[in-house]
Each structure stands twice: as structure tokens, then as C-alpha cells.
Antibody, heavy 119, light 110 residues
Framework: EVQLLESGGVLVQPGGSLRLSCAAS????????MSWVRQAPGKGLEWVSS????????YYADSVKGRFTISRDSSENTLYLQMDSLRAEDTAVYYC????????????WGQGTLVTVSS | QSALTQPASVSGSPGQSITISCTGT?????????VSWYQQHPGKAPKLMIY???NRPSGISNRFSGSKSGNTASLTISGLQAEDEADYYC??????????FGTGTKVTVL
């Protein structure tokens, strides 16, 4: 059974930094692209970033490009999202997501971790 | 990376069929057969219902079906049931990013 467990969400001040982690299990982690998707309170889903299975290719939404960095450690089966220069509009539940093999759809989601950016 | 356009709400009575539209452009929905649909109940993570326009993952009821015409994709729920009441989101591959999500549709079972 695929399990994705996010951690690291906290209250942080504007301009601050945070690193989210996602511990993956139940599948061969290095074979799958992974993504982060966020959802602001009461709002819709927003794709944030994706990384290929090898980690060699990364992709970012314009809203976070230059501020967020996605990475992965296949030895630890863990996905990361380094978030810098945080803004109030980054406040959201951040979901770790496993991409379906060879496809552009998410077949497994974590339960999410809440990031609140406020002074 | 503009969000795909969905109706804010759709409603129907138990047993009826409803259809949710998802409108994009030739750079996303119209250009690729990588449209997916997700169901999200309040306080829960999304769940994949349809991928590659019309394919259902294992375990998803055949009451859910997907299609696409031009720049608009559609999700149809037939035999509407109380448990189908949820938010639904479409997503598509785009020429500039792996994903763009729709604005979301709240489905109400009357």
C-alpha cells in the first residue's frame, strides 16, 4: 500500500524559510515522478512543483519559481520542498503527490501539512 | 499557467446524471490527452477518479466517465448518489508545466 506522510508545516513569519518533507513507502520511490500541490484555506488546488524519478528534472509554478526548491533522496525515500522568502499567499495545506507512472496524473496523495505565513 | 475553467457548482437529484465541464486552451486540454479528474471530500485529500481523459483507475465506479471535445473536457456522474457530494477538480498537462488544475466544482446531491 502506498503511503505518503508529510511533515514540517508550521507557523512562519513573512520572509521566512521552511522545509517540508514527505516520507514515501509502499512503492519503488525512484521509479516515480513526485509533485507538491497546495490548497489555500477554502480555495482550490494549485500545482506547485514536480520532480522526475531520477531527480534530474524539476518544474515549478510561476508563483513559486525562484523561491521554492524541490528535491528528493532516494536512499531515504523522501521528497522535500524548500520554501524561502515566504509570503502570506503561500499559506495553504501542502500535499505530497505521487505521479502515475508514465502519465500526468496523481494516483496517490498524502494527507497534507498546513503552512501558515503570518506575523 | 492560468487555471482551467469549471462551473462553481452543479447539482442533481439521486439517480440523475450530471456533467461537469473543464475548459482550457489548445496549450493544455485541447493539445494533450492528459486530462484527469479528482474528487475531494471536505477535510480530505483528493482522489483520482479519471485519468487520460476517460480511463478509470481500479476501484472507481463505472458511474464516473470522462470525455473531451476540443478545448473542453467533461466528467459525467450517472446514477448520482449521496456520497458523490464533494468538490471535483480537473487537471491537464500543459505546454509549459506538468499540471494545471481547474477552478473546482462543488457537486450537491439534492
Amino acid at each position: 500500500e502506498v503511503q505518503l506522510l508529510e511533515s514540517g508545516g508550521v507557523l512562519v513569519q513573512p520572509g521566512g524559510s521552511l522545509r517540508l518533507s514527505c516520507a514515501a513507502s509502499g512503492f519503488t520511490f525512484s521509479n516515480y515522478a513526485m509533485s507538491w500541490v497546495r490548497q489555500a484555506p477554502g480555495k482550490g488546488l494549485e500545482w506547485v512543483s514536480s520532480i522526475s524519478g531520477s531527480g534530474g528534472s524539476t518544474y515549478y509554478a510561476d508563483s513559486v519559481k525562484g523561491r521554492f526548491t524541490i528535491s528528493r533522496d532516494s536512499s531515504e525515500n523522501t521528497l522535500y520542498l524548500q520554501m524561502d522568502s515566504l509570503r502570506a499567499e503561500d499559506t495553504a495545506v501542502y500535499y505530497c503527490a505521487k505521479d502515475q507512472y508514465g502519465d500526468y496524473s496523481v494516483d496517490s496523495w498524502g494527507q497534507g501539512t498546513l503552512v501558515t505565513v503570518s506575523s | 499557467q492560468s487555471a482551467l475553467t469549471q462551473p462553481a457548482s452543479v447539482s442533481g437529484s439521486p439517480g440523475q446524471s450530471i456533467t461537469i465541464s473543464c475548459t482550457g486552451t489548445s496549450s493544455d486540454v485541447g493539445g494533450y490527452n492528459y486530462v484527469s479528474w479528482y474528487q475531494q471530500h471536505p477535510g480530505k485529500a483528493p482522489k483520482l477518479m479519471i485519468y487520460d481523459v476517460s480511463n478509470r483507475p481500479s476501484g472507481i465506479s463505472n458511474r464516473f466517465s470522462g470525455s473531451k471535445s476540443g478545448n473542453t473536457a467533461s466528467l459525467t456522474i450517472s446514477g448520482l448518489q449521496a456520497e458523490d457530494e464533494a468538490d471535483y477538480y480537473c487537471s491537464s498537462y500543459t505546454s509549459s508545466s506538468p499540471y494545471v488544475f481547474g477552478t473546482g466544482t462543488k457537486v450537491t446531491v439534492l
